[in-house]
């Protein structure tokens, strides 16, 4: 059965490919319509019927003091990431 943990990473991924160009959506914890707060461990069928809905408190604040990097910084990791595929391909 699926918990809550796989949940939120579901969710996290559905919003990066919904908004791909906005900052990563970074939340602490979600909570069920009633308000009770859902644990990673817990079990989705145990603690959510279909259809429900959950409410995620975003960590903003906790996300706003970590800087971001700029265009120019990750195009020069990505520039690293694929000269590393390159070479790992090579000694293949």
Known sequence: SETVAALRKRIVSDYRAVFPSRPPLCFFRMASADGFFLTDSAPVADVLEEGSTVT?????????SCALPDETCVEDIL??????????????
């Open 56 to 64: 995620c408190h975003r960590a903003d604040e906790e996300a706003a």
């Open 79 to 92: 520039a690293t990431f694929r000269a590393q595929v390159t070479y790992v391909a090579r000694a293949a």
